[in-house]
């Protein structure tokens, strides 16, 4: 069974921090997708990841894709309050043919003023 | 921006009753997917679909599920007998042709409440 462990779960933190949010597997995958999810709405695409070691901007978010594409980070520099949310992310197994994306649990971030 | 679209955004049924979920995707986009979500649970993966037919569906996609492409704009997901355990988010999504494998977008999802 493919998994996608991401820690950690909660994250509470004060505005102006800065913080990493890890997204983990023992299997390898052609791709990983970060996506943020807001209460009762569908996720939605921040950025996706191809190629080992890659490493993509946006804004203040930085992805990162590891070497082997086994694991991601997801981190933000001086978090905003409006960057409070749940944090998914999901990947496309190498060994397997199909488009079936597998999930993580979420990570849920909170940023207070 | 376009987006992907589900109607209703929230459907209550008896059990044992048919539903029928709705999704418009991205007008490009030639890959369809459902795919639903128990409420504190995972988004779980059920059914692919591309050229007219089914391209991968999930252990979850059994007999009681079935998709349909009835018109050029709609996707639709029937479930032909709910149970309770059918209650979940379903989120329908999309990927334009020569998408980086596994780049997907959802709608906003329909809640789905079997009583």
């Known amino acids: 069974t493919q998994l996608l462990e991401q820690s950690p779960q909660f994250l509470s933190i004060q505005e102006g921090e800065n913080l990493t949010v890890y997204c983990n597997s023992s299997s390898v995958f052609s791709s990983l997708q970060w996506y943020r999810q807001e209460p009762g709405e569908g996720p939605v695409l921040l950025v996706t990841v191809v190629t080992g070691g890659e490493v993509k901007k946006l804004k203040r978010l930085t992805f990162q894709f590891g070497d082997a594409r086994k694991d991601s980070s997801l981190h933000i520099t001086a978090a905003q309050t409006g960057d409070t949310g749940l944090y998914l992310c999901?990947?496309?197994?190498?060994?397997?043919?199909?488009?079936?994306?597998?999930f993580g649990k979420g990570t849920t971030l909170s940023v207070s003023s | 921006e376009p987006e992907v679209t589900q109607t209703p955004s929230h459907q209550v049924t008896q059990m044992g009753q048919e539903v029928i979920l709705r999704c418009v995707p991205i007008?490009?986009?030639?890959?369809f997917y459902w795919y639903r979500q128990i409420l504190g649970q995972k988004v779980e993966f059920l059914v692919s679909f591309y050229n007219n037919e089914i391209s991968e569906k999930s252990e979850i996609f059994d007999d009681q599920f079935s998709v349909e492409r009835p018109d050029g704009s709609n996707f639709t997901l029937k479930i032909r007998s709910t149970k309770l355990e059918d209650s979940a988010m379903y989120f329908c999504a999309s990927s334009p042709a020569g998408a980086v494998r596994g780049e997907q977008y959802f709608g906003p999802g329909t809640r789905l409440t079997v009583t």
């Open positions: 999901a990947g496309a197994p190498a060994n397997q043919a199909g488009t079936a994306l597998i």
């Open positions: 007008s490009n986009h030639l890959y």
